[in-house]
């Protein structure tokens, strides 16, 4: 879990990208696709759509980083759901790479170890929920 330190950093830190937040969304998928080419059809839909997706879960996990009970439900959703468009738990390493980068380059001089850290914290406790679901999911298929 996250020490409070971790949950202030992380919060303040997206509260500075989230006026980029379409920019960051589409560097993320551009790094991620840069990284992994073969992720790229999973992705049929709007790229503009997914990225505003993708900014407003990370949006409420955030906020909800003291609470993570009010949002676990979903997170675990989303991760049963990842099962379908054949997320596998390589790809979970695979966006963690491409979230830090894109928080680094959106961050600029904030971004240090501890951010880092923080943020690093916060996507494997987040990970590990959605990965969980998936086995269960998987499990019961």
């Given at each position: 879990?996250?020490?409070?330190?971790?949950v202030?950093?992380v919060?303040?830190?997206?509260?500075?990208v989230?006026?980029?937040?379409d920019?960051?969304?589409?560097?993320f998928?551009?790094?991620?696709?840069?990284?992994?080419?073969?992720?790229?059809p999973?992705?049929?839909?709007?790229m503009?759509?997914?990225?505003?997706?993708?900014?407003d879960m990370?949006?409420?996990?955030?906020?909800?980083l003291?609470?993570l009970?009010?949002v676990l439900?979903?997170v675990k959703?989303?991760?049963?759901r990842h099962?379908?468009?054949?997320?596998?738990?390589?790809?979970?390493?695979?966006?963690a790479?491409a979230?830090?980068?894109?928080?680094?380059q959106?961050?600029?001089?904030?971004?240090?170890h501890?951010?880092?850290?923080?943020?690093?914290a916060?996507?494997?406790?987040?990970?590990?929920?959605m990965k969980?679901?998936?086995?269960?999911?998987?499990a019961?298929?």
């Open positions: 879990m996250l020490n409070p330190n971790q202030e950093l919060q303040s830190t997206f509260a500075q989230l006026p980029i937040a920019a960051a969304a589409s560097l998928y551009s790094r991620l696709f840069e990284i992994d080419p073969k992720l790229r999973m992705f049929r839909g709007d503009r759509e997914q990225g505003r997706k993708l900014m990370i949006r409420v996990v955030v906020v909800n003291r609470n009970d009010r439900p979903g959703a989303l991760g049963a099962v379908g468009y054949g997320v596998t738990d390589e790809h979970y390493d695979t966006v790479e979230l830090l980068w894109t928080l680094e959106g961050l600029a001089d904030a971004w240090n501890d951010v880092k850290e923080a943020w690093t916060a996507y494997t406790v987040l990970a590990n929920v969980g679901a998936a086995a269960s999911a998987e019961a298929a």
